[in-house]
Nanobody
Framework: QVQLVESGGGLVQPGGSLRLSCVASGRSFSGYTMGWFRQAPGKERESVAAIWWSGGNPYYGDSVKGRFTISISKDNAKNTVYLQMNSLKPEDTAVYYC??????????????WGQGTQVTVSS
């Protein structure tokens, strides 16, 4: 079965950086779109970034463009999706979920979800 296991969340000061990792396993993800959603307390979930497994131009939500970067590593059969987050703001505080969806779209909701990792941006 598909497993998406996130790590890398934590507490960071405004203007700081974090890198989230998501180890994806359980099937071949060829033909899938991988990405990240986030949800803050009292707010609707929001798609943050997405990338086609085979490459191509990634998608970014308007609120993170120019600050976040999504990438995929396929080293030694270990598939990892990264989200590099720079210039973090308090409004980036949320639980971040790694997601996977078959096809060339992230979907809403995506088919597969990780357990989530908390990111808190505060001084």
């Amino acid at each position: 079965q598909v497993q998406l296991v996130e790590s890398g969340g934590g507490l960071v000061q405004p203007g700081g950086s974090l890198r989230l990792s998501c180890v994806a396993s359980g099937r071949s993800f060829s033909g899938y779109t991988m990405g990240w959603f986030r949800q803050a307390p009292g707010k609707e979930r929001e798609s943050v970034a997405a990338i086609w497994w085979s490459g191509g131009n990634p998608y970014y939500g308007d609120s993170v463009k120019g600050r976040f970067t999504i990438s995929i590593s396929k080293d030694n059969a270990k598939n990892t999706v990264y989200l590099q987050m720079n210039s973090l703001k308090p409004e980036d505080t949320a639980v971040y979920y790694c997601v996977a969806n078959p096809g060339y779209a992230l979907g809403d909701p995506p088919r597969y979800w990780g357990q989530g990792t908390q990111v808190t941006v505060s001084s």
